[in-house]
């Protein structure tokens, strides 16, 4: 099945992006038009159960878009100019202004996230020694009650995606740099995915056709991170 040409990414990467339309009009459904209001309890974990496989579908439709990116060698700068006096460097990012979509209330860009977390190791197994000498710990303080959850963080993170769908190619050429920089520093995870554990693809809910084109998307990433040189 793998690897997967371009006539097959013809066919694919269409019908993941439109599956991915669907999840973010979905959320947006649920989420309701007042970003700063209180969410009622359990929609957070209604919209986090679709947007999470979405942003992880979407992960891999970028890396499969991705271009081979190698990046040139680092030149180290002149030992006769100061760093403080050296200026702005040509290839800095302008700041974004107040009339950027993806800006945030607090100045910051919205950037769809890239990675994600490793697997978790395996839990310990067998009796725990909870103290050697002397009586045991005091019982811990009771944790503080958190906040009641807004509809803000995930209003951002549906701009984030929003934003990839509206723009793929800008997205893949975003990651290709960063997994390239991963490379040529040796990260022990040069493509920060979690194939193994996909984000929510084994929750009992999922649709089956996002569940099905996601497994599939998962498998050719993975093929693609791991097969063989040449």
Sequence with gaps: MFPLDEQDMEIVAPEGWARLDRVVLM?????????????????????????????????RLLYLLAPTITLPPATPAPRSVSPAKAGASSSSVPAPTARDPGLRRDSRKILFRLTEAPTRGPKPTGPRIRY???????????????????????????????????????????????????????????????????????????????????????????????????
Excluded: C
Excluded at 27 to 55: C, H, Q, Y
Excluded at 195 to 218: K, M
């Design 27 to 59: 959320a947006v459904d649920l989420l309701g038009p007042v970003a700063d209001a209180i969410l009622p309890k359990g929609v957070a974990a209604k919209i986090l159960a679709i947007l999470k496989p979405a942003e992880a579908l979407a992960r």
């Design 132 to 230: 050697l000498d002397g009586p045991p710990a005091p019982p811990k303080p009771p944790a503080r009650p958190s906040a009641p959850p807004t509809a803000a963080k995930l209003r951002d993170r549906l701009i984030a995606l929003s934003m990839v769908l509206g723009d793929p190619d800008h997205h893949a050429k975003r990651l290709a740099r960063m997994l390239a920089r991963r490379a040529a520093k040796g990260s022990p995870r040069p493509v920060p995915f979690n194939f193994a554990y996909v984000p929510r693809l084994a929750r009992h809910g999922l649709e089956e056709d996002i569940r099905d084109v996601l497994q599939f998307t998962n498998d050719a990433a993975h093929y693609k991170a791991h097969a063989p040189p040449g």
